[in-house]
T-cell receptor, first 114, second 114 residues
Framework: DGGITQSPKYLFRKEGQNVTLSCEQN?????MYWYRQDPGQGLRLIYY???????QKGDIAEGYSVSREKKESFPLTVTSAQKNPTAFYLC?????????????FGEGSWLTVV | KQEVTQIPAALSVPEGENLVLNCSFT??????LQWFRQDPGKGLTSLLL?????REQTSGRLNASLDKSSGRSTLYIAASQPGDSATYLC?????????????FGKGTKLTVNP
C-alpha cells in the first residue's frame, strides 16, 4: 500500500540522549515535512525538504536535525539540546513543495522523556 | 503573521444533526485551505482541499466553503454519525518569510452522541 510510515510509534528518551524518528514514503513525493503537536495545540513545523540533499528550518527547528539523502526518507533527530521534547511528532509529504497540493500525513510517533 | 482560529474548540451533538465547523484566518493572501480529520493518537487524514480560486468543495456528507475576502471557511457535516467523532483541523497554505508554509488551527473536537 502507498503511504507514509513512521517508526517507532512510541519512544522513550532519557535526559541527554539523542533519538531518531524514522519517516519513509513510497508515494514518490518530492516534499517532506516534520511537525510537532502538543496537547490542545495546532501543528508546528520543525523542518521541511523539497528536494533530496536540501532542507529548510521551520518555526521550531532548535534542538532538532534532519537529513534527506534519499527521496523516500526524511529522518528526524531530537537532540539533547531540545529541552522539552515530549510531544507527538508527525511526518508528512506532498507532490511538490508548497501550495496547491494535498499534504499527506503518517500515523505519528509519540516521544516521551523519562 | 498569519493566524488560524477554529471555533468552537469542542462541540457535542446528537446523532443525525447537521453541523458547521468554523475556521478563520487573518491574512487573505492564501493559496488554498485544507480540512483534516484527526482521530485520537493518530495522524491527519485529508478531507477536502479548496483552492484559493474556488468557493467550495464537496465530498459525500462533507461540504467546505471558502470566503477569502472575509478570511473564513466552514466545514458542513450533514446527518452526523458517531463515527464522525474526531478532531477537525483546518490549515492554510501561504507565503511567509519568503517561503511557502502550511499554518494550522488548533482544531475543533467533535463528539457525536448515539
Amino acid at each position: 500500500d502507498g503511504g507514509i510510515t513512521q517508526s517507532p510509534k512510541y519512544l522513550f528518551r532519557k535526559e541527554g540522549q539523542n533519538v531518531t524518528l524514522s519517516c519513509e514514503q513510497n508515494l514518490n513525493h518530492d516534499a517532506m515535512y516534520w511537525y510537532r503537536q502538543d496537547p490542545g495545540q495546532g501543528l508546528r513545523l520543525i523542518y521541511y525538504s523539497q528536494i533530496v540533499n536540501d532542507f529548510q528550518k521551520g518555526d521550531i527547528a532548535e534542538g532538532y536535525s534532519v537529513s534527506r539523502e534519499k527521496k523516500e526518507s526524511f529522518p528526524l533527530t531530537v537532540t539533547s539540546a531540545q529541552k522539552n521534547p515530549t510531544a507527538f511528532y508527525l511526518c508528512a509529504s506532498s507532490i511538490l513543495g508548497g501550495s496547491g497540493n494535498t499534504i499527506y500525513f503518517g500515523e505519528g510517533s509519540w516521544l516521551t522523556v523519562v | 503573521k498569519q493566524e488560524v482560529t477554529q471555533i468552537p474548540a469542542a462541540l457535542s451533538v446528537p446523532e443525525g444533526e447537521n453541523l458547521v465547523l468554523n475556521c478563520s484566518f487573518t491574512d487573505s493572501a492564501i493559496y488554498n485551505l485544507q480540512w483534516f480529520r484527526q482521530d485520537p493518537g493518530k495522524g491527519l487524514t485529508s478531507l477536502l482541499l479548496i483552492q484559493s480560486s474556488q468557493r467550495e468543495q464537496t465530498s459525500g456528507r462533507l461540504n467546505a466553503s471558502l470566503d477569502k475576502s472575509s478570511g473564513r471557511s466552514t466545514l458542513y457535516i450533514a446527518a452526523s454519525q458517531p463515527g464522525d467523532s474526531a478532531t477537525y483541523l483546518c490549515a492554510v497554505w501561504l507565503t511567509q518569510g519568503g517561503s511557502e508554509k502550511l499554518v494550522f488551527g488548533k482544531g475543533t473536537k467533535l463528539t457525536v452522541n448515539p
